[in-house]
DNA sequence: CAGGTCATGTAAAGCGTTACATGATTTT
DNA sequence: AAAATCATGTAACGCTTTACATGACCTG
């Protein structure tokens, strides 16, 4: 596998982290936990065989320090990888996020429901925002240990998340006057 | 499979498209691409056989309707697909979007490729939203024609693209600042 | 009659989650 | 001694896109 080949999806935010100093599956499973999965999410089911394709490829170094009797795999950039990863934060970007948002989806569909359901989709999905909210807002009190790139990322979160619990809030509004008419 | 089986993602989107009066899977696919494609999209690879497990589920029925000697399968929701959408539109929604949006990934690693960079990116995903805002837009001009789930959705696909939009306007002009400072 | 639209479909490949399985170390 | 955390992995299943393939009808 060359330079030039393409990342996978899994591969970009993995060799990333890894860039980041994260060494170990786990503890890249770890911090996309605690950061991008708002973003991006990755599951073991893909970090592991995905760390082993992009050592196949030559991007990654990988090797073994046990802690104890306890397994560990530690993984590097290679040069090749480095190269790979700022390619990749270089490149231009052409496709905005697909996105699957099954409150929209409803919302869409809810003149079917009646103006009631649409109401409490509504206030559905305000509530699962306010939910979102809440994680981004628990991760903001480290915020002053952050770097600027995780924090620029939580601000736009918070930032977005805000408006739109806004606009939910402003909706309910105009549609319960409506029924109220 | 019976009434109470849960939905599959792009059944989701089939029912509700139905329901709406979209009888063949080509059509139900054009009005996806100018709708609900950016919150939901779906391919004909999915809408066909989707099309055909909801018949078999009972939830839908099909049934030829040749324009001349070309072929054309009409569905329409059946009692048990009536049911099962307005108990899928009345249900709780528990997962908020699973999104994964590019721009964002990479403005998180960003602090690896140095300032200039991390401008760079912010202003693609500007673009990104700006190329965004202005298909959204287009569609908007046909609001008034339009029933109140889809126009609640456009409103607020519009707003929140504005909102973003702004975000990286301003950050940009901090980014820049910081560097001139 | 050429190009666009209407209309339907399949096959392969890739992407991703979930559930399962294992075992050592550390903390309470 | 139990519970939590560290650590790695696989198998099955499901979802989705892409590319390919076909052909009729309509408009200029």
């Not at 330079?3 to 591969?11: A, E, I, R, S, Y």
Request: overall charge neutral; charged content about 25%; glycine content about 12%.
């Amino acid at each position: 596998m060359g330079v030039g080949d393409p990342l996978t999806p899994t591969g970009r935010v993995i060799l990333g982290m890894v860039g980041l100093g994260k060494t170990t599956g786990y503890d890249i499973k770890q911090l996309v936990d605690r950061s991008t999965r708002f973003f991006w999410a990755a599951s073991y089911g893909q970090i592991y065989p995905e760390l082993r394709r992009l050592e196949q490829a030559g991007l990654l170094r990988g090797h073994e320090e046990p802690t104890g009797g306890r397994l560990r795999t530690v993984y590097e950039l290679t040069d090749a990888g480095h190269r790979a990863l700022e390619e990749w934060l270089g490149s231009d970007l052409d496709l905005v996020g697909e996105m699957r948002d099954e409150g929209m989806l409803k919302l869409f569909f809810s003149d079917l429901a009646g103006p009631e359901r649409q109401l409490q989709i509504v206030r559905q999905m305000r509530e699962a925002l306010e939910r979102k909210h809440a994680q981004l807002s628990a991760l903001h009190s480290h915020a002053s240990a952050m770097s600027s790139g995780p924090r620029l990322t939580l601000e736009y979160g918070l930032g977005a998340t805000t408006w739109m619990i806004g606009w939910c809030r402003e909706t309910e509004r105009r549609l319960s006057g409506r029924e109220a008419a």
